[in-house]
């Protein structure tokens, strides 16, 4: 058999069929669930009269509307409360393992998948949800599905999917101090562009990324979606494999040792050919922002917000478009721009990781005055109980910080966490869309790093030089 | 699911590269447990000059005059004219259930995210991917014309602009048989219970963790 790529074989292996016009049933392995997307696929399997297939291979959480603070009382937004609700309801009435609002394993979903074990190398992950491209981190085939789809993965463990050509994502060298896997992802985005990777699946390589921890490797795979590709994913290692062993969910014993013999495999063979190849120098890669309303509308920390006049004319209008929202003049220097507010959290930033790098630029000292609320946000309740153990939330709250309880917060604001119309926010989360973080609202993607310092100096600030 | 034959329809164009599910329907809604009702809500930053909330009477908020869905010579539009990478961003499938709900049963444009695209198959709506040259023409001569309709025929796979200038697009044989006849995919996936049952067995004997 020819060299194959680690996305040809997670697809080859989990192909239950595949029929002449393309059209092919994949298994799915793992199905996470929340709930936002879930209600109407579990009301379809009611009104059909349909079961999940496999319960097992669900494991479902609350996160988009959870509150950050209070949790000890009930949801005070009737709508979030019932949609929270809906879900203990139909993990209850199916037999899915829910992790409850107040449950210390509760978490942004893309957390605590990782976090329990129960995503691992050579699965097929899905979830209602983009960002579920996190979990391909683990060598494993992970994106996100619409609400149709997850009613159809419960309710036959199968997804009708066509194959996606594949790219190669290569960052090879070192990446200097203060850049981080949010800084790669975003330079790669700033590179291809928000739809440079449509239609295909990435594979990130390169000795940049082989360096990465598991919680780098996860930033980087999150934001493949911002890049156009559904699928990002990193080929599993002996990173992987420590990460994994001794967590609730991943195979103990004699076991785990069949597995790992089995996941080592899974990287893509020598001289395996893929449909486009992008290579990045990790040695060049400066700590990023963006300053406009899409992800690709990025520029390195030394650089200035664009010009339209000296942009290609088919680009003209969006930039001065973003700019107009962004309320920023062409010429400014980034570190001329000062924040309202800053939120550190997300599915892509809110591991441990990154609670610590924060934390270290935080150490001693104090958000500025100018700064309005500065949130971090831990993304499960297992990442803050060790965040406390290692006493980063008294760093956080000594500089100002509020220091809140897990859930996807402030990223898209479906619960009270958001900005105002006009406040400028520095944020690890990964989308920059105009009213993501709430109608009006201006935000600027930046690493925790990066999102800390700004938050101390109440303007952007090369934290490579801190 | 609705069935997708022909249509023949006004078409309104949005200028736009771009645009992301968070803009084709907000997050706030995002609130329902129903599949329904998005409609009003589609696009809702853009369409009203204030803030929308999911118990809002939408009927009796002020309109942004200069947003082109608002515009009278548009109104009753089922094709939207869209610019590269429309439906970025999320996967809520409120967006395509929103775009529905407004009535639009067609979307052209140069490409599509990956997701949205795919979400628009479930909801017998119809994404169609044109060379960004043509959809340029298409942007130029709606603008020139007020009235402007488009004739889509999904089993010739052809938009008919007005003078009978044609436009062949391509779509894959699956989805446009499902769309074409109205099928929903569980109960075809459902067709094949047997094969699946076989594969999980040998799957989960190779990998007995999972």
């Known amino acids: 058999m020819s060299a194959q790529t680690l996305y040809d074989k997670l697809w080859n292996s989990h192909l239950v069929r595949q029929d002449e016009d393309g059209a092919a049933l994949i298994y799915i392995d793992r199905h996470l669930v929340h709930e936002v997307t879930s209600p109407q696929a579990f009301e379809g399997l009611r009104l059909a009269h349909r079961h999940p297939w496999r319960t097992v291979s669900m494991l479902a959480v609350p996160d988009h509307n959870v509150p950050t603070v209070g949790r000890g009382e009930r949801i005070h937004d009737p709508l979030s409360r019932i949609q929270v609700e809906t879900l203990d309801a139909n993990c209850k009435e199916f037999g899915v393992t829910e992790f409850k609002m107040n449950d210390i394993r509760q978490g942004i979903v893309h957390v605590i998948g990782p976090e329990q074990g129960a995503t691992l190398p050579g699965m097929t992950v899905v979830c209602g949800d983009s960002h579920t491209s996190t979990h391909g981190a683990f060598a494993a085939l992970a994106h996100g599905i619409g609400t149709s789809e997850v009613e159809h993965v419960m309710a036959t463990q199968c997804l009708v999917a066509k194959k996606s050509r594949t790219m190669e994502v290569r960052i090879e060298g070192e990446l200097s101090r203060g850049v981080t896997a949010k800084d790669i992802a975003l330079a790669v985005i700033g590179r291809i562009g928000t739809a440079g990777g449509t239609g295909h699946a990435i594979e990130f390589t390169g000795s940049a990324v082989r360096a990465l921890s598991m919680e780098g490797r996860m930033t980087l795979c999150n934001m493949a979606i911002e890049a156009g590709a559904r699928a990002g994913m990193v080929a599993a290692d002996e990173t992987t494999f420590a990460y994994l062993k001794g967590r609730p969910f991943a195979p103990q014993g004699e076991m785990w040792d069949k597995a790992v013999e089995q996941w080592r495999g899974l990287k893509s063979d020598p001289g395996a050919v893929f449909d486009a190849v992008v290579v990045l120098d990790a040695s060049g890669i400066r700590p990023q922002v963006t300053w406009g309303t899409s992800p690709e509308m990025v520029v390195d920390i030394d650089g200035r917000v664009p010009d339209p006049a000296s942009v290609s004319a088919d680009k003209k209008e969006g930039v001065e478009r973003a700019l107009a929202y962004m309320g920023l003049e062409a010429n400014t220097p980034i570190t001329g721009i000062r924040i309202d507010k800053v939120f550190i959290g997300s599915c892509t930033n809110a591991r441990i990781e990154d609670m610590r790098a924060a934390a270290e630029v935080a150490r001693g000292r104090k958000i500025s005055p100018s700064v309005k609320q500065a949130l971090v946000v831990p993304g499960s309740g297992l990442v803050k109980r060790q965040a406390e153990e290692e006493g980063l939330d008294k760093i956080f709250i000594e500089a100002g910080f509020e220091w809140r309880d897990p859930g996807c917060s402030m990223c898209l604001a479906m619960n009270d966490d958001r900005l105002e119309p006009g406040e400028r926010c520095a944020s690890t989360s990964n989308r920059n869309f105009e009213g993501r973080q709430g109608q009006g609202g201006r935000t600027h993607l930046v690493s925790p790093q990066m999102a800390a310092a700004a938050a101390i100096a109440g303007h952007f600030v090369d934290v490579s030089k801190w | ?210």
């Not at chain 2, 909801?123 to 001569?141: Q, S, Y």
């Open chain 2, 1 to 210: 699911m609705k069935k997708f034959t022909k249509l023949d329809a006004l078409v309104v164009p949005l200028d736009r590269a771009n645009v992301d599910t968070d803009a084709i329907i907000p997050k706030q809604f995002l609130k329902s447990i129903k599949r329904s009702g998005f409609g009003p809500n589609a696009f809702d930053e853009w369409r009203y000059l204030d803030h929308g909330e999911p118990d809002m009477d939408n009927s009796k908020r002020p309109l942004n005059p200069d947003f082109v869905l608002n515009k009278p010579r548009y109104q009753g539009a089922e094709i939207l004219l869209a610019r590269e990478n429309f439906g970025c961003g999320s996967s809520r499938e409120h967006a395509p259930w929103a775009l529905d709900d407004y009535g639009f049963r067609a979307i052209i444009a140069p490409s599509f995210a990956d997701i949205f695209y795919n979400n628009c198959f479930k909801n017998g709506l119809l994404p169609i991917r044109l060379d960004a040259d043509k959809v340029d023409t298409l942007f130029r001569e709606v603008e020139a014309n007020e009235g402007y309709r488009l004739s889509i025929d999904l089993e010739a796979q052809t938009i008919e602009a007005p003078g009978g200038r044609l436009y062949a697009f391509e779509i894959d044989a699956f989805r446009k048989h499902c769309l074409l006849n109205g099928l929903d995919d569980i109960g075809l996936t459902l067709q094949h219970v047997d094969e699946i049952r076989a594969y999980e067995k040998r799957h989960l004997a190779e990998s007995p963790w999972l």
